[in-house]
């Protein structure tokens, strides 16, 4: 099993979207005061420049904003306004690419800094090109539509800023499912094919677009550029890297998850040492082990048909009755009740474990890390 570097709790996103939800609502300050007080942030803190927030923080502030605005397609709107100068530096080396090729290898590797939370891959095997997405991070809580919808819209936002109104796009294919109305809202608001209930959610593209000298490109520009953003990525890695590790052991671990001493011995760090550096880091072991028995759990319901006692056994709790009390802490619904709302894991290739139209592997979470610590070496 996969894991990413950062978890939902961690401080990693900008407030951009949010700014962006907020102005397509039209809130008035009280009304926006509200909404972000659900994920505990100020009207300060949205407009400071360096505020951070995590994943959960955005969760409740966008399902806040969907209340207010009463509109499930608002994931669709934010996207639209969300340009490349809304990106920062990484904006600026997206636009000075030679080809899209080389701007959607920018876009994957920094994701983290342009708030992605799905996974970025180019699949072109055929005459048609699918830049596929996968999620990073369990989006499985009630708002998958505004997530996927969000995203989707972001990069299509993308690729005509980057190719011109010109561009041309032949569809999209999502992995959620959706009232005939809402379908066909969302075909209208794209001006797209879309289909729905998919294995994998894409966008489709011809193959000419790809390779396609850019005319904004620039080699000088974009050198500078994506140095610059290394150097903010080098920022995020190496404050998370530890956990990084530490989750990657214990989700290797096999039948009995590793304890303290051995993820140390792995390390090659004594337990004390291990317990000192994940506490500066806000973490620590027991945490690390939620968050990972709560992705494998999730994992198996949705990939396996492992029966609730046997998922217990396999993540050495003392009976499947604290699994089930566990797991409802986490998702807010028991075990089985998860696993009949996401269709006996119909959708788990969300996950990344499915295969591409080609028929290869995606490449897997860890690699996205691997890619993305890469970066800034």
């Known amino acids: 099993m996969d894991t990413t570097p950062i978890t939902c709790d961690d401080k990693i996103f900008s407030t951009a979207e949010i700014l962006a939800a907020a102005n397509v609502t039209g809130c008035d300050e009280q009304q926006l005061s509200q909404c972000l007080a659900t994920?505990?942030?100020?009207?300060?803190?949205?407009?400071?420049?360096?505020?951070?927030?995590?994943?959960n923080q955005h969760a409740r502030i966008h399902a806040a904003f969907n209340r207010s605005a009463n509109n499930p397609l608002l994931g669709l709107e934010v996207g639209k306004r969300l340009h490349l100068t809304s990106y920062g530096i990484v904006g600026f080396a997206l636009l000075s690419s030679a080809t899209l090729r080389e701007a959607l290898a920018v876009a994957e590797q920094?994701?983290?800094?342009?708030?992605?939370?799905?996974?970025?891959?180019?699949?072109?095997?055929?005459?048609?090109?699918?830049?596929?997405?996968?999620?990073?991070?369990?989006?499985?809580?009630?708002?998958?539509?505004?997530?996927?919808?969000?995203?989707?819209?972001k990069l299509m936002t993308l690729l005509q800023d980057i190719h011109g109104m010109g561009f041309q796009c032949e569809g999209i294919d999502l992995c959620i499912d959706a009232t005939p109305q809402e379908q066909a809202r969302v075909r209208t608001s794209l001006g797209l094919d879309v289909r729905f209930n998919c294995d994998r959610t894409a966008i489709r593209f011809a193959d000419h677009w790809l390779d396609a000298k850019l005319a904004q490109a620039n080699s000088i520009t974009h050198a500078s550029c994506k140095a610059t953003c290394q150097a903010q990525l080098r920022e995020v890695v190496q404050k998370y890297d530890l956990s990084y590790r530490v989750q990657n052991l214990l989700l290797r671990s096999g039948h009995c998850i590793a304890s303290l001493s051995d993820i140390a011995d792995s390390l090659h760090l004594s337990p004390r040492t291990l317990r000192r550096r994940l506490d500066a880091l806000g973490t620590s072991y027991n945490a690390l082990l939620v968050e990972v028995r709560k992705k494998l759990a999730i994992r198996y319901l949705l990939n396996t048909p492992m029966t609730t006692e046997a998922i217990s056994e396999q993540l050495n709790y003392s009976d499947a009755a604290n699994f089930r009390h566990a797991f409802k802490r986490w998702t807010g619904r028991s075990p089985r009740e998860y696993r009949v709302l996401n269709n006996g894991g119909k959708y788990a290739s969300r996950f990344g474990h499915g295969k591409s139209a080609g028929g290869q592997l995606q490449p897997s979470h860890a690699l996205w890390a691997e890619r993305s610590m890469a970066a800034v070496s």
């Open 39 to 55: 994920g505990d942030l100020t009207l300060a803190d949205l407009y400071n420049p360096q505020s951070r927030i995590s994943l």
């Open 110 to 153: 920094f994701g983290l800094l342009m708030n992605f939370k799905l996974g970025l891959h180019i699949n072109d095997d055929d005459q048609t090109t699918r830049l596929e997405l996968t999620d990073h991070y369990g989006l499985s809580n009630g708002q998958e539509g505004f997530w996927y919808y969000l995203e989707i819209s």
